[in-house]
């Protein structure tokens, strides 16, 4: 079945460092790759997409690229804030139907 | 726009007790919408899936006499924790999805239920 693999948390960085939160996934087919965050006590956000090969989905400084070669769709900011500090869900969805499936999720705290 | 409400935002009841969480949407039509389950520091499971004016599709291991999902209308769906106990306390969200909601009906999430079962 699909699955979807994300790098162990959580992460600390310092404001304007650099960040890059792993994720791999299995999948039969060609689906679409998600990156959500979550905020304390709150519900998802969809961060940013792609659906298909080669598509870098981008949004608030953070990018990421489908590399359908590596089946990877690394998260990447080149300066975080104070105000990124929240929890991040990779996930993917097949061409088919809506169903969703998840990372593990990666904590991340920004401290000034 | 593609907005989505649950209500309560949080809830604590006695053990034994029911609790009916609802998730609406509030600008669209959800042909679909589905409820998920999270424990702290943990990802989403997702619960069940139920589209408008058919029987919810539970995933495996999931009670349905015990979680009961309702979908009466394309922007309402309820979810209700049947004789709580303890271990059903866990955070709730529900998210929802329309035909033609981009190429990949996305799936726009409720900002989650808090359920404290004393």
């Known amino acids: 079945g699909d699955s979807v693999t994300q790098m162990e948390g959580p992460v600390t960085l310092s404001e304007e460092a650099c960040l890059t939160i792993?994720?791999?996934?299995?999948?039969?087919?060609?689906?679409?790759l998600f990156w959500y965050v979550q905020y304390p006590g709150e519900g998802l956000q969809l961060l940013l997409k792609?659906?298909?090969?080669?598509d870098k989905g981008s949004n608030k400084g953070f990018e990421a690229t489908y590399r359908k070669e590596t089946t990877s769709f690394h998260l990447e900011k080149g300066s975080v804030q104070v105000s990124d500090s929240a929890v991040y869900f990779c996930?993917?969805?097949?061409?088919?139907?809506?169903?969703?499936?998840f990372g593990e999720g990666t904590q991340l705290t920004v401290n000034p | 726009g593609a907005v989505v409400s649950q209500h309560p935002s949080w809830v604590i009841c006695k053990s034994g007790t029911s609790v009916k969480i609802e998730c609406r949407s509030l600008d669209f039509q959800a042909t679909t919408m589905f409820w998920y389950r999270q424990f702290p520091k943990q990802s989403l499971m997702l619960m069940a899936t139920s589209n408008e004016g058919s029987k919810a599709t539970y995933e495996q291991g999931v009670e349905k006499d015990k979680f009961l999902i309702n979908h009466a209308s394309l922007t309402l769906s309820t979810l209700t924790v049947t004789s709580a106990h303890p271990e059903d306390s866990s955070f709730y969200i529900c998210?929802?999805?329309?035909?033609?909601?981009?190429?990949?009906?996305?799936?726009?999430f409720g900002p989650g239920t808090r359920l404290t079962v004393l």
């Open positions: 792609a659906t298909k090969a080669d």
């Open positions: 996930a993917l969805k097949e061409t088919s139907g809506s169903r969703l499936t």
């Open positions: 792993n994720c791999t996934y299995t999948a039969t087919g060609y689906p679409s």
């Open positions: 998210s929802a999805s329309f035909r033609g909601g981009g190429s990949y009906n996305e799936q726009f």
